[in-house]
C-alpha cells in the first residue's frame, strides 16, 4: 500500500526527512547491486559495500552534530503504512540524542570494519556473497535505531537475527559454523517471542505502537502496575536474547565461528547493543516498574560475573574476548537496572570502539599466525606492534585505565550501582578485577615471550584464505592496520566527549536525555572515591596477570590444581551447554517430545484416518441389508426422508 501524505514532525534538529531514510537505504541499495549485478565481482562487491555504508556514515554525523546543536530535541515523521479494522501500522523515522549515538556507533565501526574485510577476507571463495550478508546487516541494525515505533522495531529486529545467522554460518561448510548459526537463531528466538508479546500487549492495552506515546503512557500510572511489568519483562526478553544475558547468552561465544570481522561487526558494536538500546528506548517503562528494573539490573549482575570468570579459563583468543562482550552486556544491563540510563548509553558508545579494536586486532594476528589458539603464539609484539600496540590500548580502555575512554563509562556504572544498590556494586568491582586480569592474560600469552609456531596450514583446505606462513609471522597489511589504527584513538579519546563539568553531567547526558520525556534527568558528577578503588582494582588485575603469565612466579596449573572445582566449573561454562544440549535438545526434545509427537502422529492423527476408513467401510456394508430389489421399500425411505427434511425446515424457521 503507498505511504499516505500525512506526517508528524515535532520539534526539528536541522536535518531533512530524506537524509535519514538515505542513511538507511545506502547500505541496502549497495546490497541490491551486489546481489543483482556484481556478486561475482569480489572488487567491486566489496568497493560498494564501502560506499553505501561509508555514504550513511556521513550523513550520520551530519544527523548527530544537527542533533547536539538543537540540544537534543526530536525530530520524527510519520507515515501511515496500512489500517486493519482499528489496527493502524505506520513506517516512520525518529532522531533524537539516542538514536543520534547508536547511528554514529553503528556507521562508524561498520565502515571500518568493511576497510578491513577487504584485507582479511582476500581470496575467500565467497567474497561477494560475505558483502552484501554485510550490508543486509548494516541497513538492518539503522532500520532497528531509527523506527519511532515497535512495529517497525519489530521487523528490523528479526531482520537483524536473519542476517546474523547468514554471517555465523557464513563458512557453512563447516559443521562447526552452520551449527553456530542455528543455535544463534534458535536461542535468539526464544527471547524475541517475550518481545512479540511485549508487542501483542502493548497494542491491547495502549491501542498504540508509537515509542513516543508509549513512554508517556507508562510515565503516566494510568495503567495498572503489573501490565507494566509484563510489558517491561517482554521487553527485556527481546533484549536478553540479542544481547546475549543469562541463561540465554550461549549462542554468543560459539558465534565465533563467522568470521572474524563479523565477530567485529555483530558481537561487539552492534548486534548485540540492540538489546541495550532496546532497554534504554524504553527506558521510561522501567522506570515505572521497580520490579522490571531491579531484574535487569540482577540478571545483568550475574552475567557479567559468570561471562568474566568463564573468560579466565579460554585458550581461544576470539572466546576470551566474546565472553568479555557478554560481561560487558551485563555491565550495561545492571546500569539500566540501577537507573544509569546515560552510564550505560555511555558505556554501550565507548566499548563498541575498543571492542571492535580488540576484535579487530585478533583477527590480524590470525592472519599472521592462523589461529586463534593462545597456545600456539607468543612473542608476537616484536612481529607485529601496530597489532600489539593497539591491542594494548583497546584492553587498558576495556579494563577501566585512566584516561582512556572505558574509565569513564565504566566508573559512571559503578557509581550509578553504589547509589542504587551496595550488591550490585559488589558485582561490578569484582568484574573490574576479572576484566583486567583476563585481558592481560592473553596480552602475556599472545605478544610476549617465544613465539611457538602458530598453526600449520593445512593445504588441502580448498576455502581457507590464509596464504601466509605462520612460522615467519608479520605485520598484517595497511588495509587491515589502518583501521586498527583509526579505532585506537576512540578508544583513547571517546570518553573525553563528557568531561564537561563532569563525566556524565555535560552535554552528552543532555543529549541523551532529550530522548526522553522529561520526567527525570539522569546524569551523575565524577566522584574520585570510585574512580581511585576502581582504576586500584584494575591495576591489581593487570598486576596479578604480570605474576602469574609474564613474571610466572606463580604458575597457572598449580593454582588450577588448587581451585580444581571451580576451574572444572569455569572450564565447562557452568555446564549450561550440556544442560541445554544433552538434557533439553537430546532428552526432552528428541527423546521426549519428539517420541510424543510420533506417538500422536501414529494413534491420533493415523487413528483418526483410518478410523474413518474403518466406519465407512462398516457403514457401507450395512446399507446393503436395505438394498434388496423391493420397490415398497424404497418408496417408504424417499418418504421418510422428505417427512424429516420437512420437519428440519420447519423447526429451523417456525411460522
Not at 513516543?212 to 526478553?237: H, R
Not at 560481561?327 to 539500566?336: D, I, K, N
Request: glycine share 8%.
Amino acid at each position: 500500500m503507498p505511504f499516505l501524505l500525512a506526517e508528524t514532525v515535532t520539534a526539528a534538529p536541522d536535518v531533512e526527512e530524506w537524509m535519514l531514510w538515505a542513511i538507511l537505504l545506502s547500505p541496502l541499495i549497495a546490497w541490491g547491486l551486489i546481489v543483482l549485478y556484481f556478486r561475482k565481482l569480489p572488487a567491486i562487491a566489496g568497493y560498494l559495500a564501502i560506499a553505501g555504508v561509508g555514504a550513511a556514515c556521513v550523513m550520520s554525523f551530519v544527523a548527530f552534530f544537527a542533533t547536539v546543536d538543537a540540544d537534543g530535541a526530536i525530530l520524527q515523521h510519520t507515515h501511515e503504512w496500512f489500517t486493519a479494522g482499528p489496527l493502524t501500522v505506520n513506517l516512520g523515522v525518529r532522531l533524537d540524542g539516542l538514536t543520534a549515538v547508536m547511528l554514529v556507533v553503528v556507521t562508524t565501526v561498520s565502515l571500518l570494519v568493511q576497510v578491513y574485510s577487504n584485507g582479511y577476507m582476500a581470496g575467500d571463495p565467497g567474497y561477494g556473497r560475505y558483502f552484501a550478508h554485510m550490508c543486509l546487516f548494516t541497513t538492518s541494525m539503522l532500520g532497528l535505531v531509527l523506527a519511532d515505533n515497535l512495529f517497525m522495531l519489530f521487523i528490523f529486529w528479526e531482520l537483524v537475527g536473519l542476517s546474523s545467522y547468514l554471517l555465523i554460518g557464513f563458512w557453512f561448510h563447516k559443521p562447526s559454523a552452520a551449527a553456530a548459526a542455528k543455535k544463534a537463531f534458535i536461542v535468539t528466538r526464544i527471547g524475541d517471542l517475550g518481545l512479540l508479546a511485549a508487542l501483542l500487549l502493548v497494542w491491547t492495552r495502549a491501542d498504540t505502537f508509537d515509542i513516543a506515546a508509549i513512554q508517556e503512557w507508562a510515565a503516566s500510572g494510568s495503567p495498572e502496575g503489573y501490565i507494566v511489568t509484563l510489558f517491561a519483562l517482554g521487553i527485556f526478553a527481546g533484549a536478553a536474547g540479542k544481547s546475549a544475558q543469562f541463561p540465554l547468552h550461549v549462542w554468543l561465544p560459539d558465534a565465533m565461528e563467522g568470521p572474524t570481522p563479523v565477530s567485529a561487526l555483530i558481537h561487539a558494536a552492534t548486534m548485540v547493543a540492540a538489546g541495550v538500546y532496546l532497554v534504554a528506548r524504553f527506558f521510561p517503562v522501567f522506570e515505572a516498574s521497580h520490579d522490571a528494573a531491579q531484574t535487569v539490573a540482577w540478571i545483568g549482575a550475574i552475567t557479567a560475573i559468570v561471562a568474566a570468570t568463564i573468560a579466565l579459563v579460554q585458550t581461544d583468543f576470539k572466546r576470551v574476548l566474546a565472553y568479555s562482550t557478554v560481561s560487558q552486556l551485563g555491565y550495561m544491563m545492571l546500569a539500566l537496572g540501577a537507573f544509569g540510563y546515560v552510564a550505560a548509553i555511555f558505556h554501550l558508545f565507548t566499548h563498541a570502539f575498543f571492542k571492535a579494536l580488540l576484535f579487530l586486532g585478533s583477527g590480524s594476528v590470525n592472519h599472521s599466525t592462523n589461529t586463534f589458539d593462545m597456545r600456539k603464539m607468543g612473542g608476537l609484539r616484536k612481529h607485529m606492534p601496530i597489532t600489539f600496540w593497539t591491542f594494548v590500548i583497546g584492553s587498558l580502555s576495556l579494563s577501566g585505565i585512566f584516561p582512556l575512554a572505558g574509565f569513564w563509562s565504566k566508573d559512571e556504572i559503578l557509581l550509578d550501582a553504589w547509589r542504587e544498590n551496595r550488591g550490585l556494586w559488589v558485582c561490578a568491582f569484582v568484574v573490574a578485577f576479572l576484566t583486567a586480569f583476563y585481558m592481560f592474560r592473553a596480552i602475556f600469552l599472545t605478544f610476549f615471550g617465544t613465539y611457538k609456531g602458530g598453526e600449520p596450514v593445512d593445504h588441502h583446505d580448498e576455502d581457507s584464505h590464509f596464504h601466509g606462513d605462520p612460522a615467519h609471522p608479520h605485520e598484517s597489511p595497511w588495509v587491515m592496520t589502518a583501521p586498527l589504527l583509526i579505532l585506537a584513538v576512540p578508544a583513547i579519546a571517546a570518553g573525553w566527549l563528557n568531561i564537561s563539568g563532569g563525566p556524565i553531567d555535560s552535554w552528552f547526558a543532555d543529549l541523551l536525555n532529550g530522548a526522553l520525556p522529561h520526567v527525570h534527568e539522569h546524569g551523575s558528577a565524577f566522584e574520585w572515591g570510585i574512580a581511585l578503588s576502581s582504576s586500584a582494582v584494575a591495576l591489581a588485575g593487570i598486576g596479578l596477570a604480570w605474576v602469574i603469565y609474564y613474571k610466572r612466579w606463580v604458575t597457572s596449573k598449580s593454582i588450577r590444581d588448587v581451585a580444581l572445582p571451580v576451574s572444572v566449573v569455569f572450564e565447562n561454562k557452568y555446564f549450561l551447554d550440556r544442560l541445554y544440549e544433552d538434557f533439553f535438545v537430546r532428552t526432552v526434545l528428541q527423546r521426549g517430545w519428539n517420541r510424543l509427537l510420533e506417538l500422536n502422529d501414529k494413534y491420533v492423527v493415523d487413528g483418526a484416518v483410518n478410523g474413518a476408513g474403518t466406519s465407512a467401510r462398516w457403514v457401507s456394508g450395512q446399507l446393503r441389508a436395505i438394498q434388496n430389489g423391493q420397490m415398497q421399500t424404497y418408496g417408504i425411505g424417499i418418504a421418510a426422508g422428505v417427512v424429516i427434511v420437512v420437519v428440519a425446515v420447519f423447526a429451523a424457521n417456525p411460522l
